[in-house]
C-alpha cells in the first residue's frame, strides 16, 4: 500500500526541504537501512524498539495518525491544539530515550 502514497511523500518532501522545515524521526531499531535513505539534512533520526505498525505526527495544532501496511493505507488528520501539544510532549518524551545510530 505504500506505492499509494508515493506521490504524496515525494510531494511532502519536496515543499519541506524547499520550505527548509526540518522534521524528527523515531525509527524502529530494525529499519536502521531503511533510515539511512531518509536521512538528511532536513531530518534528525534516531532510534527505539517500537514494534508497531502505525505512526503519528505533529505539525503545529494538528496532529496525524497514519498506516500504510496492508491492502488498505488508513489516515486521521484531527486539528485540536490539546491533542497536538500532548502528543508532542510523548513524542518529546520517546525522543529523550531513543538512541542516535546514524
Known amino acids: 500500500s505504500y506505492r499509494r502514497l508515493v506521490g504524496f511523500y515525494t510531494e511532502h518532501h519536496k515543499l519541506r526541504k524547499l520550505k527548509k522545515v526540518k522534521g524528527q524521526l523515531i525509527f524502529p531499531k530494525e529499519d536502521i537501512e531503511l533510515a539511512k535513505k531518509r536521512k538528511n539534512i532536513f531530518t534528525e ?4 524498539d517500537l514494534k508497531n505498525d502505525a505512526e503519528w505526527g505533529v505539525v503545529g495544532d494538528l496532529l496525524y495518525v497514519q498506516y500504510i501496511t496492508g491492502k488498505n493505507p488508513r489516515g486521521f488528520l484531527i486539528k485540536d491544539e490539546k ?4 502528543f ?15
Not at 83 to 86: D, G, I, R, S
Not at 88 to 102: H, I, S, T
Open 88 to 102: 508532542k510532549q510523548v513524542f518529546n518524551q520517546l525522543w529523550d530515550r531513543a538512541e542516535k545510530l546514524l
Open 83 to 86: 491533542f497536538a501539544k500532548t
Open 45 to 48: 533520526i534516531k532510534f527505539l
